[in-house]
């Protein structure tokens, strides 16, 4: 596989002097630069999802801005917050500067998602091409730019401690979780070889969550360094707790920072929560990571899939292709669902919400595994049976 930064070096090149990386290895090392595009980023996230900061920004921009670690002053953010002024000429060097890095964002996540369907296993690999193609055509080009597909989620719990009113999988409560003992380090270790051994480079864009939080498990960072150790990558995380155990999202943050490979996901619940998350981190801290808003009175723009099924009135059952900027599900893995409590591996594969599916994915196949090389036995059948031929498809095997 080439290497993406190598890819988006050219096309980086396009954009001028006075551009730096901020993404990959080739990122920059320049605070300065570094700090404009973060201090941009979060004043776009305080004005775009926090009427109260709108408030107190027209009453006093520069208190408004310090109260929310911004250190980019207020005129040189005037085409993001006077309509009148986001024309008028070139837009300052910062703003200048974090446009060119989500254009370089974007072209990494669209590079990544070529990438993940590179499988080693070609029968796989043609599998993966044909559901693309399929989920294309019914949930729409706009929702594949978006979601994507990825061969492998593994869980490390079971269940998810957090309850999400929207939680588009619709996540059980927690009843397990699993721990970095010795035995179990050692069948993580086995699994992850088994998971490469099968798919080859594009298992490092798997992540150890699904319908689960990966901060449920204090022992997340340990099992997060084996992935590492075998991937190259840090896997990556979203979560809806960021808060609970500060000094561990700090970790976390400080490694994404390092790497600049990885952007995680902090969903956010309330505008308090957000308001927090801006005071305990600072806005370089948050450089690699997008804050969702998953407020109440922002349910238009959840995918009618899992719980957020309920919120949303009239969704049809049938597959259609959403419309550009609209997600149909949030599920993104056609491949498998391994999780390590349970030993049990799923074949999953995105689709359309539905009665008989309502959280937007289809479960082809299901098996218990003992250990890592009975996993590779499971991985292997259900290649076997499901992914040869022109069609993919087939009854649930329940486990």
């Given at each position: 596989m080439q290497d993406i930064d190598s890819r988006i070096a050219a096309a980086f090149s396009l954009m001028g002097p006075g551009f730096q990386r901020v993404y990959g290895r080739a990122a920059t090392d320049d605070?300065?630069?570094?700090?404009?595009?973060?201090?941009?980023?979060?004043?776009?996230?305080?004005?775009?999802?926090?009427?109260?900061?709108?408030?107190?920004?027209?009453?006093?921009?520069?208190?408004?801005?310090?109260?929310?670690?911004?250190?980019v002053d207020a005129e040189a953010l005037r085409p993001l917050w006077d309509p009148d002024g986001a024309g008028a000429g070139a837009p300052s060097r910062p703003v200048a500067r974090f446009r060119a890095a989500r254009a370089e964002m974007q072209l990494r996540s669209r590079l990544i998602r070529a990438d993940a369907l590179a499988i080693a296993d070609p029968t796989f690999a043609s599998w993966s091409?044909?559901?693309?193609?399929?989920l294309t055509e019914t949930l729409g080009a706009g929702h594949m730019r978006r979601v994507g597909l990825y061969p492998v989620a593994l869980e490390l719990q079971t269940g998810c401690s957090v309850g999400c009113w929207f939680c588009g999988v619709s996540a059980e409560r927690l009843t397990e979780v699993w721990p970095y003992s010795g035995e179990n380090a050692a069948l993580w270790r086995g699994v992850l070889d088994v998971v490469h051994a099968r798919i080859g480079a594009p298992a490092a864009y798997g992540f150890c969550y699904w319908a689960s939080d990966p901060l449920d498990n204090p022992d997340y960072e340990a099992f997060a360094e084996d992935y590492r150790a075998r991937f190259d990558r840090h896997a990556q995380v979203t979560t809806a707790i960021p808060l609970r155990d500060r000094e561990m999202t700090r970790r976390i943050l400080d490694r994404a920072r390092a790497s600049r490979r990885e952007v995680h996901r902090f969903s956010l619940l309330n505008r308090r929560i957000l308001r927090d998350v801006h005071r305990e981190f600072s806005a370089r801290e948050l450089l690699y990571v997008e804050l969702v808003p998953r407020f109440s009175d922002r349910r238009a723009e959840l995918a009618p899939a899992g719980r957020a099924r309920n919120q949303r009135a009239g969704q049809p059952d049938q597959a259609k292709a959403a419309p550009d900027g609209t997600i149909a599900t949030i599920a993104c893995v056609a491949g498998f669902l391994i999780n390590m409590?349970?030993?049990?591996?799923?074949?999953?594969?995105?689709?359309?919400?539905?009665?008989?599916?309502?959280d937007g994915y289809e479960t082809l196949d299901a098996a218990r595994f003992d250990g890592a090389s009975g996993l590779d036995?499971?991985?292997r059948r259900m290649i076997d049976r499901h992914m040869v031929g022109a069609r993919a498809g087939g009854e649930m095997q329940r486990a």
């Open positions: 605070a300065g630069y570094l700090d404009e595009v973060a201090g941009v980023k979060r004043f776009r996230e305080c004005w775009s999802w926090d009427p109260a900061f709108q408030e107190s920004f027209r009453e006093d921009p520069a208190a408004a801005l310090a109260d929310r670690g911004v250190t091409a044909r559901q693309l193609a399929q409590p349970e030993r049990r591996v799923r074949l999953v594969r995105p689709c359309a919400p539905s009665e008989a599916w309502p036995d499971s991985l």
